[in-house]
């Protein structure tokens, strides 16, 4: 067995043991860096309440909490599944060097997880989405914005 084999076989673990401790679908992720899994999650979006709680999101806290960093470089990500919309983006923002995933958005379908329709709906324009999206009170939403370019002990990301 190969190294990402050995990894991906990881992520596979957690899945099974999320889905067989019903805290939610049969997903599991895992972090390494310098060949040690930093991070581990499953996931626990019924269990937990929680639509944001998928093996990615919960894996990528996982590891930012364990190395005190809110950024994943110099990190890989190895993923039971191909990453949802969601997914993807909470992946960009932390930043990993790499990602490996098993099963493919086709499968994630065939049992009954199909993102297909979260992909067509951010080519849509804000009026044709099936959730409305409609811009109110720019002008008050825009002061974190101004005092945000004036702070002085920003940590910027």
Known sequence: MNKHEKYMSEAVKTALKGMNNNEGGPFGC???KNGEIIG???NK???TNDPTAHAEVTAIRNAC???DSFQLNGCIIYTSCEPCPMCLGAIYWARPDK???GSNQQG???IGFDDAFIYKEIDLPYQKRSIPFKQVARKIALEPFKKWTKKQDKIRY
């Open 30 to 32: 895992i972090v390494v």
């Open 40 to 42: 581990i999650g499953n």
């Open 45 to 47: 979006v019924t269990s």
């Open 65 to 67: 909490k364990n190395i």
């Open 99 to 101: 990602i490996y995933y």
């Open 108 to 110: 994630a379908a065939n």
